[in-house]
């Protein structure tokens, strides 16, 4: 059993910065992937950053140039530095975890981003 605790979500103004934490509990042994996702209202949830074990990492579109995705050296905290907020980045912020094939997710944390 993996154990997925988010923090850093909350309210900014456009332009803004905030900074996602996501600490991975539990069996973690085997960790391939953690990565976030992120679900706006009335939308399907949607890729926003991955880091494999191996350090590769990958963005959607739409971020790029803009979010950071890192891990600690422990490989058990993901974490988001997201730049430059936008409105249209204002969503529910899911952490993920992929490990021996078994996906885990976090609770979520709202990212609100005023105009």
């Known amino acids: 059993q993996v154990q997925l605790v988010e923090s850093g979500g909350g309210l900014v103004q456009a332009g803004g910065s905030l900074r996602l934490s996501c600490a991975a509990s539990g069996s973690t042994y085997g960790t391939n992937t953690m990565a976030w996702y992120r679900q706006a209202p009335g939308k399907q949830r949607e890729l926003v950053a991955t880091?494999?074990?191996?350090?590769?990492?990958n963005y959607a579109e739409s971020v790029k140039g803009r979010f950071t995705i890192s891990r600690d050296n422990a490989k058990t905290t993901v974490y988001l530095q997201m730049n430059s907020l936008k409105p249209e980045d204002t969503a529910v912020y899911y952490c993920?975890?992929?490990?021996?094939?078994?996906?885990?997710w976090g609770q979520g944390t709202q990212v609100t981003v005023s105009s």
């Open positions: 993920y975890l992929r490990r021996n094939g078994v996906i885990s």
């Open positions: 880091i494999t074990i191996g350090g590769s990492i």
